[in-house]
């Protein structure tokens, strides 16, 4: 009885085994696409229309603020007005600043520059949320 006991249990452990083996399979093959591939290009003042769109948004920075004070320390990169009048805000959070080698309220201060991301709302501003230097580019004027 004990000999049949040892191979239930073998054979339990081996099933679960492949099933979780199966699982992690599937989970690669079957999850969602993050990609920041942008949908459309448009200039600042349209990405109040594309909310939830992964775009490339481009303009004229007005003010780039590193909000040192703020609970997680983003930088915020404004365009069309300073804040709290902006049209569209590019954020990028502290943790990522390590990613830059030159401090992107420095960086992109008065330029034309194109952001890709997932348009989102905050407070009643679009936004995208950048963590990676080459979500960020300089750009010709429209």
Same mark, same amino acid.
């Given at each position: 009885?004990?000999?049949?006991?040892?191979?239930?249990?073998?054979?339990?452990?081996?099933?679960?085994?492949?099933i979780?083996l199966?699982?992690?399979?599937?989970?690669?093959?079957?999850?969602?696409?993050?990609?920041t591939?942008?949908?459309? *290009?448009i200039?600042?003042?349209? &990405?109040?229309?594309? %909310?939830?769109?992964?775009?490339? @948004?481009?303009?004229? !920075? $007005?003010?780039?603020?590193?909000?040192?004070?703020?609970?997680?320390?983003?930088?915020?990169i404004?365009?069309?007005?300073?804040?709290p009048?902006?049209?569209?805000?590019?954020?990028?959070w502290?943790?990522y600043?390590?990613?830059?080698?030159?401090?992107?309220?420095?960086?992109? *201060?008065?330029?034309?520059?194109? &952001?890709?991301?997932r %348009?989102?709302?905050?407070?009643d @501003?679009?936004?995208? !949320? $950048?963590s990676?230097?080459?979500q960020?580019?300089?750009?010709?004027?429209?």
């Open positions: 009885m004990a000999l049949s006991s040892n191979n239930f249990k073998r054979t339990v452990i081996s099933i679960v085994f492949i979780l199966l699982a992690l399979m599937l989970s690669r093959v079957f999850r969602p696409s993050v990609s591939s942008p949908q459309i *290009s200039i600042y003042n349209e &990405a109040v229309h594309h %909310i939830g769109t992964t775009a490339e @948004v481009c303009g004229d !920075v $007005v003010s780039a603020t590193f909000a040192r004070n703020v609970g997680g320390q983003p930088t915020f404004n365009f069309g007005d300073d804040y009048n902006q049209v569209f805000t590019v954020v990028i502290g943790e600043l390590t990613h830059w080698r030159t401090p992107p309220a420095d960086l992109y *201060s008065d330029r034309f520059v194109c &952001a890709r991301g %348009i989102t709302l905050h407070n @501003v679009p936004q995208i !949320v $950048v990676q230097p080459d960020i580019s300089f750009s010709r004027r429209y």
